[in-house]
Structure formats: C-alpha cells, structure tokens
C-alpha cells in the first residue's frame, strides 16, 4: 500500500503504518566513539587525555629521573679510582652492591609514556632523541641482571637531567591544563632556559669528572668550577682538562651551548619585547587587596595621560589607587617615557588589549575595579564612529563586570542614550556649545567653569608682583564642596534659617559661597532655591571655598595672639566689625579668621563714611532676614515676562518681540535633551525665512543690514549643523532673558543644514544660517560681522587629525588672528583642539609682556600646576576654550559626584524647579558706593535675594613693542590712574586688600619692572636710534591699519554695504580681563566690574523693588 498522506505534512503520525516488504520497518542502534574503547586508546586516555593522571604520571617519571642523577652523584662520591680496574678508568668504575641494586629498582620502574604519543611507524618512536637516551640508561643495568661482570661498566646516567627537564615541561604544561589557568609565555620561556643551562653545566660537569679520572682526577666541585667559569666567559685557567677525551667534549660542549643558548635567549628577548607592548597583567592578588581603577581609551596621548593623572592623583583619598590603562594600540614612546618615572612607574599600569575581549578585561581585572573610565577619541574625523566605538565599550565593560561605575565620554548628543546607564555620563558637545553661548551674554564663562573643575590650591602667581595675577590665582584655587549642614561648622547654626540668610552670613564670616543645596528626600540639586527655601539640618549644602571644611581650622579673633606666625589681617579698623576674610591656603589647610560669631544688629546696615567728617549719608543696605516676609513672596507666571509688564515701554520698545510666546520647543533634534522653557515664535518660521543672504517669497533681504536689528548679533561659525548647535540656541533664547535683549543668532556654515535641524531651529525667534566661512572676506561682511558683539568659532572636525597632532589648530588660530586685525573692536570667542595652542591667540610677536606671561607659565608648569595655562589673557577674559579642559570634569565626578549635575545647571543643560540660574550684573559708576564685594554681596541677597559667585573685571593695560616705550606707557599709565582713582584715595580704608593695593602707581611701576626683567636681561637704556625706530614702527603700524581699513571697506562697497558702521579704530586690545571666583569680602569694587551671581527663580523672587540698586545694569542667563 502507499505511504499515508500526512507522512508528507508538518507532523508525525501518532500510529505505526505497516509498509511493503520493499520498505523493511527496522531500527538500527548506533553506538559512537567505540574507537576509545580499544587497550591503546584506554592507555591514552589515562597516560594523556586525563590531565589529572597524566599530571601524576609525569610527576612521578620526573622524580624518578631525578632519582637516578642524584644517584650518579653518590656513585662518584663513593668512587675510587685505585680500586677500578687499571688502564681502564672511563669504561670501568667502582660501583657498589647497594647502589647497583638501587639503580636497577630505579630504572625497571621507569615506564615511558611518551611511546603512547606516537601513531604510525615505529621507527619515528626508535630515532627520537628521548627514546635514545632511555635506553642508553635502562638497558645496560637491566643486562647487568644477567651479566654480573658488566655490573661496573660505566652508563652516563647524568644524560637523565635532559629527560628530567623534558619531564619537568610536560608536567607544567599537564598542571596548567588541570588547573585550567596558565602562566604567561615569558615565564614559560623563562623557566625552560634556566633548565637549559642547569642541564648544560650538570653534563659538562660529570662529563669531565668522570673523563679526568684517566688524567688530572678532578673532583665534581673542581669540575663544576670550571664549567661555570667556562661558560661564562671568565676563563682563570686554574683548573684545565688534561686529556684528549676531557677536552674534545669541553669543544662540544661550547658548540652546543653556541648552538642552543642564543636561540633560547632569542625567544626570550622576543616574548619580553611582546610581553613590553601587552603590558602583561594586573595581578588578582593585587586587585583583591589594593584598589584600582582602569581607563579605556582608543589611543593615548601624552596630554590625555597626563590630564587624567595630574587631576586624579591631586585628592588626597586617591594616593594609594592604581590606574590600570587599557589600549588597544601600541604604548607610545612618549608615554613609556612618562611611565618610566618613579611617580607613575608604581601607579599605572599599561595593558595593550581590547575591551570588547573578555580575556583583556579579565587581565585588567575589570570585575574588582573601583571604576571605569571610559574616554572618546576626540582627535578622529568620523567622530560618530568614535562614538560608537565608546558604546560598544561601555556595553562590553558592562556586561563583564555589571556592579563596576561606570564614567563614559560621549562625542555627539545623539548617541547619548545608548550609555544612560552609565553612572555618569559627559557628553562633549552639549557642554561644548553651552559654554560657548553663555561666553556671549555671560563673559568667561568657560573660564569660570574651568577654574571650577580644576583642583588647585590657590598658589599659582602667588609670588608674581603683579597684582591681578595673585588675585587671579589665590581665587583659581575655589572648588565647589558639599557637607551635611547638621555636620557642618559652617553652616550648622543656621537650621531654620532661610537659604540666602545661610549664604549671606556664612559668606560674611567664613568666606564661603553657599550655592545650592539638596533636601534629603529629593535628589535633585536646587541652585539658589531663595529665601523661601528653610534650611534642615538633613539638608546637603554645596558650596564654594577654597577647601573643603574638614581641612578648614577655625581661629577666633580673641585667639590671635596666641597663634604665631598666621598672616591675619583685618577687614576694617571701624567700629563696623565686619568679618576678617584672609584665606591662606598652605599643607591642605585653611585657616580662616574670625572676628565674632555673632555681628550685632546694627553691623547689618553698612554706610559709608562721609566727607570731610560731614554731610548727608549715602544709602544704607537692608539687612537679610532669616525667614523671608511672606508678604512680599509673590506667585509669578513663568508664561509672562515681568521685566516687561513691570514699566510702560514706548511703541519702540514694545514692538521688540512683542510677537514672540513662551513654551517648550516642539521639536527636539535628539534623544534626551532636557525641555527649557523658551522664546518662541507663535508660527514656526519657513525654511526659505532661515537663509539669511538670500531672499524669498516672504522677504526680500539679502544681508544683515537689511534686517535692521535692534540688538548686536552672535555669529557661530561651524563646519556643519550638528545637533550640537540645538545647545547653543536655548540659552540665548531661554524664557529668563528679557525679550528687548535677545540678540540675533548667525550661523556661518561651511555646509549647509539638512531639513532635520531646520525643523528644530525655525521656531526659535531672530535664529538664520548662512553658507560660508570665516576665510572670506565677504562671506563675514554679508552675515553682519561689524554689527556684532561676538563671534563663535567652533573647532572643525575635518582638522582635528593632522599628521602633527597640535598643527590641527593651525587653520583655526590664522583665520582668528587675521579677524582679530580686521575686526578690533569684535569680542571673538574660540574653541581649540589643544589647550597648549592658546598661547597663539592674539599674538604679539614683540610684546615684552606676553612674553613675560609665557616665562610665568613655564615658571607655574615647573611647579607642578595643573592650570599653567590659565595666565594667558585670551584664557583669562574668556576668549579661547579648549574642550579638553572639561575632562577634568568626569575624572573629578569619581570624587564629587554631584559635580556633573552642578555644571549641567550652572550652562542651563538641565532644568529643576525651584533652582536658580546665573545672572550677570554690571557696576556702574552710581554704584561704587557700595564699594566692597562684601557690601555688595548683602546688597542682593537683601534686596532681590541673588548670590553673587565672582567677579569678571577689565583693567586698562599697555601692551609695548620695546623696552623704552613700556618704561614710557608705565609713566603714562601712573598720570591716568592717579587722575581717574582719587575718587578712591578719599573713601579707601588702610586695611583693603590686593585688589586695592593694586592702583597704587608704585606698585604698577613694579609691575613693569617685572616684564621687562622676565622678557630680556642686561637690558641697555634705550639711545636715540631706538626711539627714532619705535617712532618709525608707530607710524608703520597706523598705515598698516588703515590699509586694513580700506581693505574691508572696498569690498563693503563692492557687496553694496554701507561703511557707517565700520569703525576700525575701537578695540579692546589695550585691555586686561580676568575672573575672581568667591573673592574676599574686602575686596574693593571697581568701575565696569561685572558681578557673577546666581539669580533666584522667579517664583521665588523677592518684590522688594525699592531695594534694588537704581543705576545697575543687569542682563540675565538661566539655569533653570
């Protein structure tokens, strides 16, 4: 019959079928690897296979060859050659019964197991080396069974060193395959050339004792002596062979020894260079007692390393930590050169190998580490690719080790999310271009949070007589710190308090900037959560100072005169008894003087002193109440702008932005970034509207004067519209800015945007993109450049790699220092791939001072510092940024942890209710009544309830070509300042500190005496034929300008610009700014200082108006 049908489906039948007899229904049993059932096989099995018996098989022959050598060795201590038979001493010796006996036991026991190995011909097993020598050694005493006269004939039994040897490698080998662990190739190799040798002098030894005895009769000592001195080379020639015998084997001997030595030692040398560029292992015992950290990196560079070591080593906790490097590239010349010194050598280690193998995270021992750093190789072309080569990284480390912290460098926004579950996570963009736009609204910015992230203790340019760059570096050494405020001294008797009571009175009497704080049962980080916030003693404070508090010593002022050798100094000698604010950082200590605990009432209201002892008192400050007047809190609408519903503005003023709405942008161009309350625009804006230079259906504007904004533009020059760029619009455009201020956004694209960041951009207000770039002429004329404030260079990618890793700045640095020439009065902002490269930034190749900046940093490197660089005045006033410079911040995150969520809402990349953002205030000349930062700092927190962090402060400086002119402009520069600084004579306190000390014309005049001794030595008084040629450069130096002039202005008329706005001779170039972070109270204001703070949040805000200081100039930037 035919088969049924549904044999031909998807399932079996359930019932047996009976078929044709041309189909016999039988089942046929399979048995599999019945070849190990054999005898031989078996034997294999348990000689070989099986690690554990073939383990205790080759043990066992290994001492039974060891045996048999130390045998031969009491044969010939026992032996006599008198007693041998005469004229036969090498093939006759004197052996006896006992050892006889003992010999013969040895050698029937021994069983080669080696002949199991062989399949095939027997005759591979015969001519074998190994089987040669076991029957040399076996078969004579097994003959002398039978044969008693051979029983003295002399058998070379010391050949069983060279089975021993062979004996001792098979059983490491078995060892390791037992244990299922092995031991590195170099200790293999290693040990099988000390055997080797071992083996080479035992032969030649019992060679040539047993030789001599027709001869000289060398003892096995004398024999061995001249072995060690043969073969080493040394050669006394106190003992010699005698005979032809001894010496033909001393011949052979050496030729082997030739022979097999240096292939033994070339192996050697090979793995060791191999074993050099892995790195070998960290050790588990090392890793189960010692604490360590790893750092994978695509490639290293002698800056990365450095970086992560100067900033991980600076916290006392770290000192003991290992850092275990894993790369997979060859180490680099540099670096070994760096590893090789003894601070390091000890430290770090460096393994060559991937992430991505199990065997290389298991030889850095990832599973015991304290943490994984896991960094990005910024320096490639393709930086997606880069990208996600760090994810898959942080994925492999992960899944290896799942309970080791994680700390990953991520390039681009958009591939943030892939490493959320990192414990932390930078990524380099979204800081990059956050920073960049606050430098535009908020100046030196990236100076500010750079100094922030930095360890440091304060002492850079302490000993400069500069005055700016002792102030700049004591306060460089402020870091933001966190402490329990039940814990704290600082804070602790202020439970109950409010939040700006805390900062202002610990600020008042510590020196402290309290910042922001963290309530128990949140997580998140409040910045200046104002008066309404009360604070708890379960409260965590974070605040500034130059230290943290439990490295802080607390001296009263009642215990002055009893501490020797402190440098404490007083505020004020008036009755007023304001706090003493001298910080001295020195061993990791902070002594902070005190004068009371508790100031009285009435040192609340601050006056100053009248003139000529009469007249009518200048305001006083409010004080700042503990809890805040619930009566003056009042609710308020983030949806409405109240710094314009406050006044009536004029039909000009309100037609500014008087279309524009508040919300949260529709369109976010990647995953995970935080929404921000924004200014918007009620109707997205079309994409032929975005073009800046050309017209369209809607408008027929070509450039930017056509526009005719009210407000100066930011330009961003960029290489492409990266998603980064979505971070640098929403600050500028956060809902915190007053409408009236916001300014006109310009991005200068060398290609243009794709629709994707078109839809993200086109509903923020005044935001074009034009095609471009910044190495034409008329590309920078048509965007608008001499009606901006600020230019925006961004670093491009396309030159990140060069062949000379710093010449990838080149293009970048000639491009700005030839704007710097054309545009003066432009406030150019700059991003560079190397931190080093900054010193090129507005270059003056005959500046006796920039050169006496270069000598100090190189001072400041010497000593060890970590922010060397900070001196350089683009740097220092916030022009020049190098991204690098954050690294700092995820190597500090393994620290201070809440580092990262204090930076993100310092650049307003996260958004928390309740917390407050950044505010920048400037001093006019009606407001230096209030004269010290400390009266100032009372000031807001009274009034409008905003802390104040720093100072950014422009000084008036001459920078010279010469020598005679420095002298010159010196003179000149004390005439300006005693004229335009006796307003200050009258008002100044004795007591006042650097900054005030700093006008004095003496110390100015020191100051120029210091460059001029720094830039040149055994300087000659100038002669007349070298002023004739400064008066010569001058003039050479004003043609040249107004030929630049005209340069720009032709090709302005040539685009058919207007030249009004084009004026060549306004620049800042004369100037000096700088950065104070958490200056001392006493420090004395100054004409156009600008204040840092941190601005309350408008539900927040206190309406206590009249308190404001009338004349201030404010304009605001958010971090909430």
């Not at 050790?283 to 695509?298: F, G, W, Y």
């Not at 104002?530 to 001296?555: L, Q, V």
């Not at 008087?658 to 994409?687: E, M, R, W």
């Not at 006796?848 to 006033?877: H, Q, T, V, W």
């Amino acid at each position: 019959s035919l088969l049924p049908s549904n044999l031909f489906k998807g399932r079996l039948p359930t019932v047996r079928v009976r078929t044709l007899s041309l189909f016999p229904d039988t089942t046929v049993q399979v048995e599999f690897y019945v070849n190990e059932n054999t005898f031989k096989e078996r034997l294999k099995l348990f000689f070989i296979k099986n690690q554990r018996s073939s383990l205790r098989i080759r043990l066992f022959n290994f001492a039974l060859k060891f045996l048999t050598c130390a045998l031969y060795i009491v044969r010939v201590t026992l032996d006599n050659p008198k007693e041998a038979i005469p004229g036969n001493l090498i093939f006759w010796v004197n052996r006896r019964e006992p050892v006889w006996a003992i010999q013969v036991r040895l050698d029937i026991n021994q069983i080669p197991p080696h002949e199991l190995n062989v399949d095939g011909n027997i005759w591979e097993q015969i001519f074998q080396i190994s089987f040669i020598l076991e029957m040399i050694n076996t078969v004579p005493f097994i003959i002398t069974i039978f044969w008693r006269p051979l029983r003295n004939i002399f058998v070379p039994v010391f050949l069983n060193c060279w089975l021993a040897k062979a004996a001792l490698e098979n059983m490491l080998n078995d060892f390791h395959r037992a244990i299922q662990r092995t031991h590195s190739a170099m200790f293999n190799q290693v040990f099988i050339l000390i055997c080797t040798l071992l083996c080479l002098v035992f032969t030649g030894a019992c060679g040539i004792q047993h030789l001599e005895r027709a001869g000289k009769n060398l003892s096995l000592f004398d024999a061995f002596y001249f072995c060690i001195v043969t073969f080493s080379t040394v050669g006394y020639g106190d003992v010699t062979p005698q005979i032809w015998p001894s010496q033909l084997l001393v011949v052979i001997l050496i030729c082997v020894a030739l022979v097999v030595l240096p292939l033994q030692f070339e192996e050697l040398a090979y793995l060791w260079m191999e074993s050099q560029k892995l790195g070998g292992n960290y050790s588990r015992h090392r890793a189960q007692t010692e604490k360590h950290v790893v750092l994978c990196v695509s490639s290293l560079k002698i800056d990365l390393l450095m970086d992560f070591l100067n900033e991980f080593y600076a916290h006392p906790r770290l000192q003991d930590y290992y850092v275990v490097i894993l790369c997979p590239t060859e180490i680099d010349i540099q670096v070994r050169r760096i590893l090789q010194i003894p601070l390091w050598s000890q430290r770090v280690i460096y393994l060559q190998g991937s992430a991505l193998k199990d065997q290389d995270l298991m030889r850095a021992k990832m599973d015991d580490a304290e943490a994984c750093f896991i960094l990005s190789s910024r320096n490639e072309v393709d930086r997606t690719a880069a990208d996600h080569q760090t994810i898959l990284r942080a994925w492999a480390a992960k899944d290896f080790a799942p309970n080791c912290p994680l700390y990953v460098q991520i390039l681009k926004p958009e591939n943030k999310f892939h490493v959320k579950f990192a414990d932390h996570v930078v990524c380099e963009e979204e800081f990059k271009y956050a920073m960049l736009a606050l430098n535009c609204v908020c100046p030196a910015t990236s100076t500010l949070v750079t100094l922030l992230v930095h360890t440091s203790r304060g002492q850079e340019g302490q000993l400069s007589p500069e005055q700016w760059q002792k102030m700049y570096g004591r306060c460089s050494g402020n870091e933001v710190y966190h402490i329990r405020l039940g814990d704290s001294k600082f804070f602790g008797e202020y439970d109950g308090k409010s939040f700006t009571y805390a900062s202002f009175h610990a600020h008042k009497k510590y020196g402290v900037c309290l910042i922001g704080v963290k309530k128990e049962d949140n997580k998140s980080i409040l910045l200046n959560p104002g008066p309404r916030h009360i604070m708890a003693a379960a409260d965590t404070c974070y605040y500034i100072n130059i230290t943290k508090e439990e490295n802080s010593a607390f001296i009263f002022k009642q215990e002055e005169k009893h501490s020797k050798g402190l440098p404490i100094s007083g505020l004020y000698d008036a009755p007023s008894r304001l706090p003493v604010q001298s910080i001295i950082a020195s061993m990791g200590t902070v002594a902070i003087d005190l004068q009371h605990p508790d100031p009285p009432e009435e040192s609340g209201k601050l006056t100053l002193p009248t003139e000529n002892g009469a007249g009518s008192r200048r305001p006083s400050i409010a004080p700042v109440l503990e809890i805040a007047d619930s009566s003056a809190i009042l609710p308020c609408d983030l949806l409405s702008d109240q710094s314009e519903d406050e006044t009536n503005h004029s039909d000009e003023e309100g037609s500014v932005g008087s279309d524009f709405v508040k919300g949260y942008p529709p369109n976010s161009p990647y995953i995970g970034s935080s929404p921000t309350l924004c200014h918007l625009l009620p109707q997205k804006a079309p994409f032929c509207c975005l073009r800046l230079d050309k017209g369209c259906t809607h408008n027929s504007f070509e450039d930017a004067k056509a526009y005719g904004f009210k407000n100066k533009l930011i330009i961003v020059s960029a290489e492409t519209a990266g998603n980064g760029l979505y971070n640098f619009i929403v600050p500028l455009r956060a809902y915190y800015r007053p409408r009236k201020e916001l300014n006109p956004i310009v991005l200068l694209l060398d290609y243009p945007p794709d629709n994707h960041f078109l839809e993200a951009i086109c509903c923020f207000p005044m935001v074009y993109f034009m095609a471009g770039t910044i190495d034409n002429l008329d590309n920078l004329l048509q965007c608008g450049i001499i009606y901006a404030d600020n230019l925006v260079v961004v670093d491009k990618e396309s030159t990140m790699s060069a062949e000379e890793d710093y010449m990838a700045d080149a293009k970048t640095i000639v491009n700005v220092q030839t704007m710097f020439r054309l545009f003066p009065s432009l406030s150019i902002i700059t991003e560079l791939t190397h931190p080093s490269n900054m010193r090129f930034m507005q270059f003056r190749a005959k500046d006796c001072y920039s050169l006496a900046l270069s000598k100090l940093e190189k001072i400041e490197r010497d000593k060890g510092s970590n922010l060397a660089f900070m001196f350089r005045l683009p740097f220092a006033a916030g022009r020049v940024f190098s991204i690098s410079m954050l690294d700092t911040l995820l190597y500090q995150s393994f620290v201070k942890d809440y580092m990262i969520a204090i930076t993100r809402l310092l650049l307003g990349l996260d958004t928390t209710p309740g917390s407050g953002y950044l505010c920048v205030i400037k001093i006019t000349e009606e407001d230096l009544w209030i004269r010290t930062y400390g009266r100032l700092f009372q000031k807001f927190c009274s009034s409008s309830a905003e802390i104040p962090i720093g100072i950014y402060r422009t000084e008036s400086h001459v920078f010279s070509t010469s020598e005679s002119q420095v002298s010159i402009n010196a003179e000149q520069g004390e005439e300006h300042r005693d004229r335009g600084e006796s307003w200050k004579e009258k008002t100044a306190h004795r007591n006042s500190t650097a900054s005030d000390q700093s006008e004095h014309p003496l110390l100015r005049k020191k100051s120029m005496q210091w460059a001029r001794r720094l830039s040149r030595k055994n300087v000659k008084p100038a002669s007349r034929a070298e002023r004739i040629s400064q008066q010569r450069l001058n003039l050479y130096r004003r043609s040249e300008r107004q030929e630049l002039s005209e340069l720009v202005k032709n090709r302005m008329k040539h685009l058919g610009l207007p030249t009004v706005g084009y004026d060549e001779m306004n620049d800042h170039q004369n100037t000096l700014s700088y950065v104070l972070i958490n200056p001392p109270p006493d420090t004395m204001l100054e004409l156009n200082d600008i204040l840092l703070g941190m601005s309350t949040n408008s539900n927040h805000a206190l309406l206590n108006m009249q308190n404001l200081p009338s004349k201030m100039e404010s304009s605001c930037m958010v971090l909430s």
